[in-house]
Nanobody, 128 residues
Framework: QVQLVESGGGLVQAGGSLRLSCAAS????????MAWFRQAPGKERSEFVA?????????YYVDSVKGRFTISRDNAKNTVYLQMNSLKPEDTGVYYC????????????????????WGQGTQVTVSS
């Protein structure tokens, strides 16, 4: 089992920055990819934001955040980060951290069903 705990959410004005953290514990040796998803207010489904391979560090982003968000990891701390710059009101939502142990191929990284473990989420609110 892997436990994921997110932190770092909050209220920020448009154009501002936030850094989210996701600390993993438990059987972290089994993690292959970690990702961030977000659920906007009023939407039923979460949206893929970014993913990173635990070994090697390859990164993947949804087009809407490219150039503004950066996903990174600290293997020694078993922690993944999401640095969010130039935030927009449409970035508002609950951000969830997820972990995959199945060595999913790149086309599957944007699918929620790929991931085996999820955090409880952290709220990000961007005011205009």
């Amino acid at each position: 089992q892997v436990q994921l705990v997110e932190s770092g959410g909050g209220l920020v004005q448009a154009g501002g920055s936030l850094r989210l953290s996701c600390a993993a514990s438990g059987s972290t040796f089994s993690i292959y990819t970690m990702a961030w998803f977000r659920q906007a207010p009023g939407k039923e489904r979460s949206e893929f934001v970014a993913a990173i391979r635990w070994s090697g560090g390859s990164t993947y982003y949804v087009d809407s955040v490219k150039g503004r968000f950066t996903i990174s990891r600290d293997n020694a701390k078993n922690t993944v980060y999401l640095q969010m710059n130039s935030l927009k009101p449409e970035d508002t939502g609950v951000y969830y951290c997820a972990a995959d142990r199945s060595q999913a191929v790149v086309p599957l990284l944007a699918h929620m069903g790929t991931y085996d473990y999820w955090g409880q989420g952290t709220q990000v609110t961007v005011s205009s």
